[in-house]
């Protein structure tokens, strides 16, 4: 049975007020009564059942990993002592599963992203693991655009390899950075390319032997943590260690180096809910397009996202507003303003308000 | 010198969540520090002195005036124990002060309202009160139009007929309720028409024969009351008598039945404050037309009031917006429904949210 390998270390500001440095959006009920975490631990657990789901985050969110998913062995949330990007995140995970079965598959994957079909999410899974497992390749999956993003990255696939579970698999030609919207337009005129959906699968033992070649100093780094990995000296060792690691995305440190890389094309709906904006699209709406979670009463208002828990809100006459009521700060912004609330975040900062962050 | 009686008993909606039934807009800081009513009181009593200022109001206003206007002897709060409209309120007023001096102008206006030039508000008032002291005529103030205005009634002017301390006086031809749009312009472009401001000048035993000519039924109850004024019944009576006197505006009942009445044309900046909109005209704004009066940050934002004691705002990327944070309550209204609000006070009257209103 493959290992799950759930990313919850990040931290993002798109969804201030209500995601904070504490708690970002990973450990939101943005959708729904449940966090975007339990969300991603129940469509993995099913597949791989919780004992080999395992979490990686900073040791400043065990407890709320803990408190969100009660179920899961505490051995199985992964600590980074410090947050050193993404390949040194799935260096270290894959060091501990490597331990149990170096030859088993591992599925990597945000603990922040939103699945439409489960069923066929877990059908492409178990193809893209069987198709790692065979070919000992890196597997990613590969999300088929449906108009031309441009905060997304790409992947341009190549020749069809096999079918594995009835899903075809194909060779990948190369990783794109995320695009302008003239490009965007031609990635999803040509049919060739799909947006990276950041979830990965591949054996435990070649990511290892990936980071070897193409990331020595980090490998070193794993290398000399690995040594203490079941010793009570380890926490010591990998605090030591750990911030020393070369910071770098598994994306650019290794994936775009890798000679031989495979795609399955996913045709499941898919969001990495970048912002709020996104929230909408998978929410409960009114006949105007209001998503309303809230007391309080909306009137002659369309294509409005309104949250707030504490008091209740009357809206009247307005239209593709965000506005998100938190205990401690209110924030009100136009949609197509909602990938620069970071900004909003940072001036906050500047003015001294940094408890609100 | 003459009397200022300030009508302090209005309960309007259109500044929710900050106005409630238990303080209505003339006793809160919409400008600057200080409530509409000390505004009001300070205007007052730089010219008759606070001796001569009485206030009227609703007895469940009577803690919140004392609070407000400590400096006012207690006596002069006139406790309306219903609200019976403005003739009712007027001629309890008068009937308290004709016990003081019966020949004596007194001077009628709201609590809530906004004037511009203080040094010539009174002027004008003191040309008023001598023309009504002269001529024992019903004197009125009219502002001088700058838009077609529908919100207001009007006052037709006629023949000058005198000036008094170098302000023209002028009889006045009829009042007219708030117009459309069309006959606004025309009143507008005519040079003839006047807003009708709310504020009457007349002799206190003058109002009372007017109440007795054309208002009977008010008369005959008033004259009731009378007769316990400065017994110790007179509580019982006017609980007893003032429910049961007829509901009718000055404005109807009295002074556009009256056949001599006058109009002093006033220069001054006056406004009456009639919803969210009219504060941003007379409050301090930023470079974009924003009122701010919040902690927090406004970006790329325009023509926007924000209120909020509690907590923080951010607004990002919106244009003429009204947010009014209030601890129990959040109201987000765009500025071209502000006169609606009273709408959305109903709804969550209808929605079981009494507690809000």
């Given at each position: 049975?493959?290992?799950?390998?759930?990313?919850?270390?990040?931290?993002?500001?798109?969804?201030?007020?209500?995601?904070?440095?504490?708690?970002?959006?990973?450990?939101?009920?943005?959708?729904?009564?449940?966090?975007?975490?339990?969300?991603?631990?129940?469509?993995?657990?099913?597949?791989?059942?919780?004992?080999?789901?395992?979490?990686?985050?900073?040791?400043?969110?065990?407890?709320?990993?803990?408190?969100?998913?009660?179920?899961?062995?505490?051995?199985?949330?992964?600590?980074?002592?410090?947050?050193?990007?993404?390949?040194?995140?799935?260096?270290?995970?894959?060091?501990?599963?490597?331990?149990?079965?170096?030859?088993?598959?591992?599925?990597?994957?945000?603990?922040?992203?939103?699945?439409?079909?489960?069923?066929?999410?877990?059908?492409?899974?178990?193809?893209?693991?069987?198709?790692?497992?065979?070919?000992?390749?890196?597997?990613?999956?590969g999300?088929?655009?449906?108009?031309?993003?441009?905060?997304?990255?790409?992947i341009q696939r190549g020749d069809l390899l096999?079918?594995?579970?009835?899903?075809p698999v194909f060779r990948v030609i190369r990783?794109?950075?995320?695009?302008?919207?003239?490009?965007?337009?031609?990635?999803?005129?040509?049919?060739d390319y799909l947006?990276?959906?950041?979830?990965?699968?591949?054996?435990?033992?070649?990511?290892?032997?990936?980071?070897?070649?193409?990331?020595?100093?980090?490998?070193?780094?794993?290398?000399?943590?690995?040594?203490?990995?079941?010793?009570?000296?380890?926490?010591?060792?990998?605090?030591?260690?750990?911030?020393?690691?070369?910071?770098?995305?598994?994306?650019?440190?290794?994936?775009?180096?890798?000679?031989s890389v495979l795609v399955?094309p996913?045709?499941?709906?898919?969001?990495?809910?970048?912002?709020?904006?996104?929230?909408?699209?998978?929410?409960?709406?009114?006949?105007?397009?209001?998503?309303?979670?809230?007391?309080?009463?909306?009137?002659?208002?369309?294509?409005?996202?309104?949250?707030?828990?504490?008091?209740?809100?009357?809206?009247?006459?307005?239209?593709?507003?965000?506005?998100?009521?938190?205990?401690?700060?209110?924030?009100?912004?136009?949609?197509?303003?909602?990938?620069?609330?970071?900004?909003?975040?940072?001036?906050?900062?500047?003015?001294?308000?940094?408890?609100?962050?």
């Amino acid at each position: 049975m493959p290992y799950a390998v759930i990313m919850a270390g990040g931290r993002g500001e798109r969804f201030w007020p209500r995601s904070r440095m504490s708690r970002p959006k990973q450990f939101l009920n943005l959708i729904g009564d449940k966090t975007m975490l339990q969300l991603t631990v129940e469509r993995v657990e099913k597949l791989v059942g919780i004992d080999n789901t395992y979490i990686v985050a900073g040791s400043d969110f065990k407890s709320i990993i803990s408190e969100q998913v009660p179920h899961l062995p505490g051995e199985n949330i992964i600590i980074e002592p410090f947050g050193r990007d993404t390949a040194a995140a799935i260096g270290l995970a894959a060091l501990t599963l490597e331990q149990k079965n170096p030859r088993e598959v591992m599925i990597v994957l945000p603990a922040d992203h939103f699945i439409g079909n489960i069923p066929r999410f877990h059908e492409v899974l178990r193809s893209a693991a069987a198709a790692a497992g065979k070919n000992n390749c890196i597997v990613t999956l590969g999300i088929t655009p449906h108009s031309p993003e441009t905060g997304y990255g790409y992947i341009q696939r190549g020749d069809l390899l096999d079918h594995y579970g009835g899903t075809p698999v194909f060779r990948v030609i190369r990783f794109l950075e995320k695009p302008d919207y003239k490009r965007a337009l031609e990635f999803l005129n040509s049919g060739d390319y799909l947006w990276n959906s950041g979830m990965f699968i591949w054996r435990t033992d070649l990511i290892l032997k990936m980071i070897e070649k193409h990331a020595p100093l980090l490998d070193k780094g794993l290398k000399e943590i690995g040594q203490y990995l079941g010793s009570g000296q380890y926490d010591d060792m990998l605090e030591k260690v750990y911030n020393g690691l070369p910071k770098i995305s598994v994306d650019y440190g290794i994936l775009e180096k890798a000679d031989s890389v495979l795609v399955l094309p996913c045709d499941f709906a898919w969001d990495d809910i970048g912002c709020w904006t996104a929230i909408g699209s998978y929410s409960d709406k009114d006949e105007n397009g209001n998503v309303f979670m809230s007391e309080g009463v909306i009137m002659d208002t369309a294509g409005t996202y309104v949250f707030s828990r504490d008091k209740p809100v009357a809206v009247l006459g307005v239209a593709d507003l965000i506005v998100v009521n938190e205990s401690d700060s209110l924030m009100i912004c136009h949609k197509s303003r909602a990938q620069e609330i970071k900004n909003v975040v940072r001036t906050l900062k500047d003015k001294g308000l940094e408890h609100l962050l």
